[in-house]
Structure formats: C-alpha cells, structure tokens
Nanobody, 132 residues
C-alpha cells in the first residue's frame, strides 16, 4: 500500500524558515516523482515543487513554481524514502496546508508537473502558518 506522510509544519514568523518532510512507503522510491502542493483557505490547490528521480541521483530534476523560486528547495534522501521541502524567507502568503503527492517518474510529463491529475497518491497534509 502506497503511503505518504507529511510532517514538520507549524507556525513561523515572516522571514523565517521551515523544513517539511514527506515520508514514503509502499513503492520503489527511486522510480517515482514526488510533488509538493499547497492549498490556502478558499483557494485552489497549487503545485509548489517537484523532484523527479533519475538513474543517477546527480541528475535528479527539480521544478519550482515562480512564487517560491529562490526561496524553497526540494531534496530527497533515497535511503530514508523521504523528500524534504526547505522553505526560507517565508511570507504570510505561503500560509497553507502543504501536501506531498507521488507518481511514477515514467508517467510524469515534466512540462505539467504542477497539475494535480498527474499524481495518483497523496498525503494527508501538514499546516504551515506564516505570521506577519
């Protein structure tokens, strides 16, 4: 059974940093792409970042939404089957529930990595709140 469990959310002041994690199980981690999405109250879920593994870890592909580029960094620890999202210079508008999602790296169309329908497994989400 595929499972994704997010953790590490919390309350942080604007300008601060937070690292959230997505622990995966039930599938071959190296064969998957993991995306981070977020949903603020009253808004649609949006793609934040994605990491797509390759045969060589040095060639892993990373993608970011324009709104977080330069502030957020996605990484993975294949030994721990965990993907991280390091979030720096946080802004109040980053406040949302953050979800990780998984799909086969062979299935993911990288030009549309941010589309929810590309992912077929989702975690339960972790709340990130940035105070002004």
């Amino acid at each position: 059974e595929v499972q994704l469990v997010e953790s590490g959310g919390g309350l942080v002041q604007a300008g601060g940093s937070l690292r959230i994690s997505c622990a995966a199980s039930g599938f071959t981690f190296d064969d998957y792409a993991i995306g981070w999405f977020r949903q603020a109250p009253g808004q649609e879920r949006e793609g934040v970042s994605c990491i797509k593994s390759s045969d060589s870890s040095t060639d892993d592909r990373r993608y970011y939404a324009d709104s977080v580029k330069g502030r957020f960094t996605i990484s993975s620890d294949n030994a721990k089957n965990t993907v991280y999202l390091q979030m720096n210079s946080l802004k109040p508008e980053d406040t949302a529930v953050y979800y990780c999602a998984a799909t086969s790296r062979y299935r993911l169309a990288t030009s549309t990595w941010f589309q929810q329908d590309q992912y077929n497994n989702w975690g339960q989400g972790t709340q990130v709140t940035v105070s002004s």
